[in-house]
């Protein structure tokens, strides 16, 4: 505890006490509720695919059109559905995240500042 103020009295940033505040716990908290739910339905549709081609080939490996087959559609879905998770988490980052974190940010120029 001395430590804190120690360094609050030399003008010096906590920043172990701006990481445990509620804002930055507010923060992390709105975040994780969006990654963590994504990343598990991602894993889930990967897997699910490497699964599909490990144990069900002839299923992968119907044609749908010419040379293309289910496998290959579902391939190339991996690679979109991680453009889409990106975009998704991008917009989703600009609106909710960023404004926080830039609020905690500028606080934190501003008592830098004045030491």
């Known amino acids: 505890m001395t430590d804190r103020v120690d ?47 490990a144990f069900a080939p002839e299923f992968m490996g119907q044609r749908v059109w010419g040379d293309i087959t289910i496998g290959l559609l579902f391939g190339l879905g991996q690679f979109v559905s991680t453009f889409v998770i990106t975009m998704v988490y991008v917009s989703f980052a600009n609106r909710k995240l960023d404004p926080k974190a830039r609020e905690i940010r500028e606080e934190l120029e501003n008592a830098e500042a004045q030491v």
């Open 7 to 53: 360094a609050e009295s030399a003008g010096v940033i906590d920043y172990v006490a701006v990481e445990e505040s509620s804002r930055f716990r507010s923060l992390k908290k709105t975040q994780r509720s969006f990654i963590f739910p994504l990343a598990a339905l991602f894993l889930i549709w990967y897997f699910v695919y490497v699964l599909l081609a």
